[in-house]
């Protein structure tokens, strides 16, 4: 399984990006789906998942009510749309994949994507 992240960039305080993750390789199983984030001296970590079926969903706290995300498994997309940005939302964000239910821990996930850079100017 191969993850390609985009949209990525540098916007003001306030505006809207939304990145999006393409799967390719072996897609037919069903993956839990997860974006991460990590800035500059810090630990990596989740900033939302969704399960295969996208019923379930969950946000780290701070970023509740201004990040959604979302997937279409016919075209093998998951995106997070980040609305309300801030400087703190500054880091280089990852899509990852693993097999079954989603986790919030980074090393439970099997696959990566390259990562992309947002930044967040106040």
């Known amino acids: 399984v191969q993850l390609q992240a985009s949209g990525g960039g540098l916007v003001q305080a306030g505006d809207s990006l939304r990145l999006s993750c393409e799967v390719s390789?072996?897609?037919?199983?069903?993956?839990?789906m997860g974006w991460f984030r990590q800035a500059p001296g810090k630990e990596r970590e989740v900033v939302a998942t969704?399960?295969?079926?996208?019923?379930?969903?969950y946000y780290r706290d701070s970023v509740k009510g201004r990040f959604t995300i979302s997937r279409d498994n016919a075209k093998n997309m998951v995106f997070l749309q980040m609305n309300s940005l801030t400087s703190e939302d500054t880091a280089v964000y990852y899509c990852?994949?693993?097999?079954?239910?989603?986790?919030?821990?980074?090393?439970?996930?099997?696959?990566w994507g390259r990562g992309t850079q947002v930044t967040v100017s106040s």
């Open positions: 990852a994949a693993r097999s079954g239910y989603t986790s919030r821990q980074p090393v439970d996930y099997h696959f």
């Open positions: 390789g072996r897609t037919s199983d069903d993956y839990g």
């Open positions: 969704i399960e295969y079926r996208g019923d379930v969903t």
